[in-house]
């Protein structure tokens, strides 16, 4: 079983009201924009399956930062420009993509 993905890197930014989110709230918050978004991103395989996708490190609560770290991979290829567009359409005020990449 030899599958193939295709790994993205996001740079984003998380300031303002949404500073008081905490790391697990931002997990989810990254769930259902993948999902509200139509990215066909992999799940974990198992009982119980998930997106894939990875923080560089965890935020503290109530702690901006500009230049955040999130890994994922994807079960098609897509052009950066694209997945920014789609995120971006879907984030609430105060979180926003920055740059993407391949990773």
């Not at 303002?16 to 989110?21: A, E, K, T, Y």
């Amino acid at each position: 079983m030899n599958e193939q993905y295709f790994s993205y890197l996001f740079i984003f930014s998380k300031v303002g009201i949404l500073r008081f989110i905490s790391h697990l709230d931002l997990m989810r918050l990254f769930q259902r924009v993948l999902r509200r978004a139509e990215i066909p991103v992999v799940f974990s395989k198992g009982f119980h399956p998930h997106p894939k996708i990875k923080f560089e490190r965890a935020l503290k609560l109530g702690v901006e930062s500009r230049e955040e770290k999130l890994y994922f991979k994807l079960l098609l290829p897509l052009s950066p420009d694209e997945l920014m567009q789609r995120f971006n359409a879907q984030l609430p005020k105060g979180v926003q993509i920055i740059s993407a990449c391949r990773a």
